[in-house]
């Protein structure tokens, strides 16, 4: 039981460049999220999926786009890269799509975009 | 705008002592309360949780209290150990969505 992975862990980009963020949870969970991690932010939601089929805006999605692919993975797309989402990416899952339940996450993507 | 704040980047603790890590929100419609631990170059885990209709949840060393007319949130770890030094962060939850606190760094010193 591996939990939530995320792929790749380490990544450095040109400004321009497009990459894909990967993550799958084998705890069969319906909820899905990707998370930002800067400096003096905290984390912040950028989309997140509350089961297999659907797809939400969180609080940062501007510059990204997400696929709900099955109910074990959800990845996250930089079309165009900016310095700006320089940052560490967090996926996480949760059991139930209400959410109440404790999220559990992977152990991030750090990301840098020259 | 920040709906949950931690406004201690840091805080350090003498081993054995306890450890009060603070947490205030501005949301009223938050139902659910979590706090995370983090370790360096490792995603955060759960430590512990609590309803907004509770004002106390206990765990063993860790206590979360929750003030709702205050909208203020404390993780109370005794006693502290040098294990528990890490990067604290409070959450809460409305609807389908978490909203996180900037974290909180402690250390325990031995």
């Known amino acids: 039981n591996a939990g939530v992975t995320q792929t790749p862990k380490f990544q450095v980009l040109k400004t321009g460049q497009s990459m894909t963020l990967q993550c799958a949870q084998d705890m069969n969970h319906n909820s899905m999220y990707w998370y930002r991690q800067d400096p003096g932010m905290g984390l912040r939601l950028i989309y997140y999926s509350a089961s297999e089929g659907t797809t939400d805006k969180g609080e940062v999605p501007n510059g990204y786009n997400v696929s709900r692919l099955n109910k074990r993975e959800f990845s996250l797309r930089l079309e165009s890269a900016a310095p700006s989402q320089t940052s560490v990416y967090f996926c996480?899952?949760?059991?139930?799509?209400?959410?109440?339940?404790?999220?559990?996450f992977g152990p991030g993507t750090r990301l840098t975009v020259l | 705008d920040q709906q949950v704040k931690q406004n201690s980047p840091s805080l350090s603790v003498q081993e054995g002592r306890i450890s009060i890590l603070n947490c205030d929100y501005t949301?009223?419609?938050?139902?659910?309360f979590l706090w995370y631990k983090k370790y360096p170059a490792e995603g955060p885990t759960f430590l512990i949780s609590i309803s907004s209709i509770k004002d106390k949840n206990e765990d063993g060393r860790f206590t979360v209290f929750l003030n709702k007319s205050a909208k203020h949130l404390s993780l109370h770890i005794v006693p502290s150990q040098p294990g528990d030094s890490a990067v604290y962060f409070c959450?809460?939850?409305?609807?389908?969505?978490?909203?996180f606190g900037t974290g909180t760094s402690l250390t325990v010193i031995p």
């Open positions: 959450a809460a939850i409305t609807g389908n969505q978490f909203y």
């Open positions: 949301n009223s419609m938050f139902d659910y």
């Open positions: 996480a899952s949760n059991p139930s799509p209400r959410g109440a339940d404790t999220q559990y």
